[in-house]
């Protein structure tokens, strides 16, 4: 597609494998801790990720989920590592898929950042006090025995034999995923879990095959892609959430995100998601990326530049509609993610397009959009007519 041509680049069709987003907004995962031990979906999951379906996105990415119990954060989070979990998700995937969006998964381990509390609760590490409300701690495993912060735990290092397990369960996850009809599986490799914490030289110190030099401490993210490309239909999206840099002194860098992601894209991913920070507890990294409007956007434009294919989606701050098609138009991605402003709004993608297409309400579901329709003519009747909402209430002195 020559972009010059299109007129609205947000709101045209996206075709990945085998299926097309009717536009360029992908929900950015957002956990909501409102699972329970059993990490099954419930009515708060159907309803949190159905109404930002209604509202438009495109893709809508279901948040972090566990592969397995010791690599949820939280107590409250997702899980996958069972086939029990994949009915309550179905229902979310079927339901996002009659609205016209594209349902996704995020799929994670929190590796030596797991046994979380809540942010509600100081998300910090779980400790015996936690108890009180139910919540033990676990203990966490990474690359190796290194805390990610004063307070946290020493994780356990993985042998050799954990790490083909580890392998194995991203696979069953992936086809319990794709199984519950989610049509995009994105892995969570960034914030210092475990699979960025496998190839940050921060937090892996191992001198195995799976640490030292890059080609090492990329071999475990890159088997769990291999074994999860293979476990899932030829159909079936596969996104890769990566912290770009670490954004600390002897880190993971921009350069290294290049050459790692030259190895994804060789081995089946479709998108590059990019995201930063994360490899130690506290939130300094999260001061060296500076926290402005479209803030990955430098980091996904280095990404988009510097590789012959794929497609990269950048996240963070955007809050705009003429933002987000100035970021698509001037090449920084070809995917916009967004969080918090959906928090803030559900319905932001139709209202995006309303703002860079006319004021149209043919693509809201019916139900509301017909009476939305007919409330732009009562509107207007009453400007022309020059009552206000307080015409009633002008002389009230409340
Ligand atoms: C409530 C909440 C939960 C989040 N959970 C996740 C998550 O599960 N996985 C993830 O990769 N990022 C998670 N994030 C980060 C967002 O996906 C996103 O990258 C970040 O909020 C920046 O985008 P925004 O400025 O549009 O919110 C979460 C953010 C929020 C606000």
Request: aromatic fraction near 8%; hydrophobic fraction near 40%; glycine fraction near 10%.
């Amino acid at each position: 597609m020559n972009n010059a041509d299109v007129a609205c680049l947000l709101f045209a069709p996206l075709t990945i494998r085998g299926f097309t987003a009717p536009n360029r907004v992908m929900v950015s995962p957002m956990q909501q801790y409102a699972s329970d031990d059993s990490g099954k979906a419930n009515d708060l999951h159907l309803v949190q990720l159905g109404r930002f379906a209604m509202g438009g996105a495109g893709m809508v990415i279901a948040e972090a989920t566990a592969i397995e119990p010791i690599g949820r954060m939280s107590h409250t989070d997702l899980g996958l590592w069972s086939d029990e979990q994949i009915e309550p998700l179905a229902r979310v995937a079927s339901f996002i898929s009659s609205q016209g969006s594209i349902p996704g998964i995020q799929l994670v381990h929190a590796g030596r950042k797991a046994s979380m509390q809540a942010p509600w609760d100081g998300m910090g590490p779980l400790t015996q006090a936690d108890m009180a409300r139910g919540e033990a701690p676990w203990e966490t495993i990474g690359p190796s025995a290194i805390s990610p912060g004063p307070g946290w735990q020493v994780p356990l290092e993985m042998t050799g034999a954990d790490i083909i397990r580890n392998v194995g369960l991203w696979a069953s996850a992936a086809r319990r995923a794709a199984d519950a009809g989610f049509r995009i599986i994105d892995l969570h490799g960034a914030h210092g879990y475990l699979l960025h914490a496998f190839l940050s030289p921060i937090s892996n110190h191992r001198t195995d095959r799976y640490g030292g030099s890059l080609e090492n401490r990329m071999r475990f993210p890159l088997e769990v892609v291999s074994a999860i490309r293979a476990a899932i239909p030829a159909d079936c999206a596969l996104f890769y959430r990566l912290s770009v840099l670490d954004g600390i002194e002897g880190g993971w860098t921009v350069e290294d995100s290049l050459i790692f992601c030259r190895e994804l894209l060789a081995l089946g991913v479709d998108v590059i998601d990019c995201s930063s920070g994360g490899a130690i507890s506290d939130r300094t990294s999260d001061v060296r990326v500076r926290r402005g409007y479209a803030f990955h956007a430098p980091y996904s434009r280095a990404m988009r530049d510097g590789l012959d294919d794929g497609l990269v989606a950048t996240v963070g701050l955007i809050v705009d509609p003429h933002q987000a098609e100035a970021i698509l138009r001037s090449g920084d991605a070809d995917i916009v993610a967004i969080g918090r402003e959906l928090l803030a709004d559900p319905n932001w993608t139709h209202h995006a397009r309303n703002v860079l297409l006319g004021e149209s309400y043919d693509d809201w579901p019916q139900e509301a959009g017909w009476w939305l329709d007919k409330r732009v003519g009562a509107l207007r009747k009453l400007q022309d007519s020059g009552e206000t909402p307080m015409t009633r209430y002008q002389d009230s002195t409340m």
